[in-house]
């Protein structure tokens, strides 16, 4: 499955963003989701991840109460509702797609391509 990563920007402290990951099947229900992030100098961590029908989430805990996870899967997209940013946010997002329900990166076989995502203080 090819994943399409969108809407990064540059954003205030405090402010919100909205990201996408558009598949290019219709087989995108077959899999669970998940979001990336990866700062400059630092390890790809996890961020959320979303089970294949949008029924279970689960978020890091630096951005728990932040972020919301959610998916349309007749749209075949994904999507990821940054709130109450903060520089420490600052990092480019990656959009993944896998078999498992997992946090672990190794899990996620697809990838996007990522989309940048700037918090200025």
């Not at 558009?22 to 989701?33: D, K, V, W």
């Not at 990656?94 to 996620?108: D, F, G, K, P, T």
Request: charged share 20%; glycine share 10%.
């Amino acid at each position: 499955v090819q994943l399409q990563a969108s809407g990064g920007g540059l954003v205030q402290a405090g402010g919100c963003l909205r990201l996408s990951c558009t598949a290019s099947e219709r087989t995108f229900s077959n899999y669970h989701m998940g979001w990336f992030r990866q700062a400059p100098g630092k390890e790809r961590e996890f961020v959320a991840t979303i089970n294949w029908n949008g029924g279970s989430t689960y978020y890091a805990d630096s951005v728990k109460g932040r972020f919301t996870n959610s998916r349309d899967n007749a749209k075949n997209t994904m999507y990821l509702l940054m709130n109450n940013l903060k520089p420490e946010d600052t990092a480019d997002y990656y959009c993944a797609a896998s078999r498992l329900y997992s946090r672990s990166r190794a899990e996620y076989a697809y990838w996007g391509q990522g989309t940048e995502v700037t918090v200025s203080s």
